[in-house]
């Protein structure tokens, strides 16, 4: 933030150090002062006030932050992230880590806002933030507080002589994820001149699908038709399918154009109840398809914001994959991690009890290099390998962002799948970016997919570097060729 932040000591309501495991509903950190006002009228300014936490205290839990706000005049965001602050700012020494609720603009009275939020245990400092940012108007802030949730528990290593599933016998799976819009001759391509034996099929709805009304069912009903013909070009072509869902019911619409798993997905029972039962409905369907690898259960779950009554993912993924095995018990699940399914996620996140699963993650760190002028188009140019947000981003600093990944496997002895990978095609050093990610992925063994194939032109292999020519290019590009050395190996 480049703005003044104002830091104020707070009156702190602790639990005890005699009580080593305080109970869910304890009150971690408290402001007992009277509503807080902040305003700004500078939209290319701050209005900030910043406390420091008690970090000692908050190791290695899962809280709720919550406040009540009431807002005046608060003008449109100039990013998503910017707007009324109800936020922590939490520093571990690998990463710096912003978790915050949505919070509307415009006017508004009195409501409760709050977000679940995993404490890392090896955090340094956690600091509350409130205030506006990039935004005019006043707001003000009332009964301020961190409680707890649950500590986060690991659950105990696994047998050392305990085999590996992989859930299947290839050397390995690699492969792109596709467009729900990909042909038969697409495909083809893909198979047999690419050589991927792998692909990430979406079941993806689009921002403006839900804002027509239609209903969810009637989506998801005309995509199962449309991956059942996918499943007959993938049998004939000898690729193996995942089968992903990527907009579950009471998904909340994202920047990147679709349905992402948030929102009333965490908020809202029926909307779980809505994702058991569409599950169910897909293992009716597809019962004993050995085309399909594995079905993975939700594209990036983000379960920052679970309400009360909501199962957050740990136990939602559980639920819905025990209803999926009383139906076809043999079928592969596929597991991401929480925090929209990055490696951090699996910090927090315990192995389901549950046989024959595949855990996988996604892999766009670091962020600021992989999406540069996706969401920003002013963003200056930034280049792999060299300084990135104050650190040297190389092979090696690639390895430490997928450490949580490399441990959760190693102390779990479970596969990994890497669901997504890529880097914007204009990103200086794109070819060395993923040069370096797919030799640590086939080092650990892991299969991938990389995103995407004749999917938007930005992420396209086919489709050179300059920014402003989205066609494909006579001559094979260098990212092409990072890829095709793997693919060429299936």
Same mark, same amino acid.
């Given at each position: 933030m480049t703005n003044i932040t104002l830091f104020a000591s707070a009156l702190v309501a602790l639990v005890t150090a005699a009580a080593a495991e305080p109970p869910p509903g304890t009150v971690l950190f408290q402001l007992p002062l009277g509503p807080i006002t902040l305003t700004n009228a500078d939209s290319n300014g701050s209005a900030l006030k910043s406390f420091a936490l008690p970090i000692e205290h908050l190791r290695g839990t899962r809280v709720s932050l919550s406040a009540l706000i009431k807002a005046r005049d608060i003008s449109a965001k100039p990013q998503p992230w910017n707007g009324v602050k109800l936020m922590l700012k939490i520093e571990t020494p690998g990463r710096t880590e912003w978790p915050q609720p949505t919070v509307p603009v415009g006017t508004f009275d009195w409501r409760s806002v *709050? *977000?679940?939020?995993?404490?890392? #245990?090896? #955090? =340094? *400092?956690?600091?509350?933030?409130?205030g506006l940012e990039r935004v005019t108007g006043a707001a003000e802030f009332a009964q301020v507080k961190v409680v707890l949730n649950r500590l986060v528990q690991s659950a105990p290593p696994a047998p050392p002589d305990q085999p590996i599933f992989r859930g299947h016998v290839e050397p390995r799976l690699r492969g792109a994820m596709v467009s729900p819009e990909m042909t038969e001759a697409d495909l083809a391509v893909l198979a047999a001149q690419w050589h991927a034996n792998l692909i990430r099929w979406q079941l993806i709805r689009s921002n403006a699908d839900l804002r027509s009304g239609r209903s969810y069912d009637a989506w998801l009903a005309g995509l199962l038709d449309k991956t059942d013909r996918v499943l007959g070009w993938a049998k004939q072509h000898h690729v193996r399918v995942v089968l992903d869902l990527h907009s579950p019911p009471g998904g909340k619409p994202s920047e990147g154009g679709y349905v992402a798993a948030m929102g009333e997905f965490f908020t809202r029972p029926a909307a779980q109840e809505h994702f058991v039962a569409v599950w169910q409905r897909i293992a009716r369907r597809y019962r004993g398809n050995t085309v399909i690898w594995g079905f993975d259960l939700v594209n990036e779950p983000v379960d920052d914001q679970t309400a009360e009554g909501c199962q957050d993912w740990q136990s939602l993924a559980l639920t819905a994959g025990q209803a999926v095995r009383e139906i076809d018990p043999e079928r592969i699940l596929i597991i991401e991690p929480p925090r929209w399914g990055s490696p951090a996620g699996w910090e927090d996140f315990n192995p389901l009890p549950l046989p024959r699963v595949v855990y996988s993650f996604h892999m766009y760190e670091p962020s600021r290099f992989t999406h540069q002028r996706v969401f920003d188009k002013q963003q200056s140019s930034v280049q792999y390998p060299g300084p990135i947000d104050g650190h040297m981003w190389n092979r090696d600093r690639l390895t430490q962002a997928m450490q949580p990944a490399i441990d959760f496997a190693r102390?779990?002895?479970?596969?990994l799948y890497v669901g997504e990978f890529s880097a914007i095609r204009w990103a200086p050093g794109a070819d060395r970016y993923l040069?370096?990610? =797919? *030799?640590?992925? /086939? /080092?650990h063994g892991w299969d991938w997919s990389y995103h995407a194939f004749r999917e938007w032109s930005g992420w396209s292999l086919e489709c050179g570097s300059d920014e402003q020519d989205d066609r494909p290019? #006579?001559?094979p590009t260098s990212r092409f060729a990072v890829i095709e050395h793997w693919l060429q190996q299936n």
């Open positions: *709050s *977000s679940r939020i995993v404490i890392p #245990a090896d #955090a =340094t *400092s956690a600091v509350l933030i409130l102390k779990y002895r479970v596969h040069a370096d990610l =797919t *030799s640590i992925f /086939e /080092e290019v #006579a001559r």
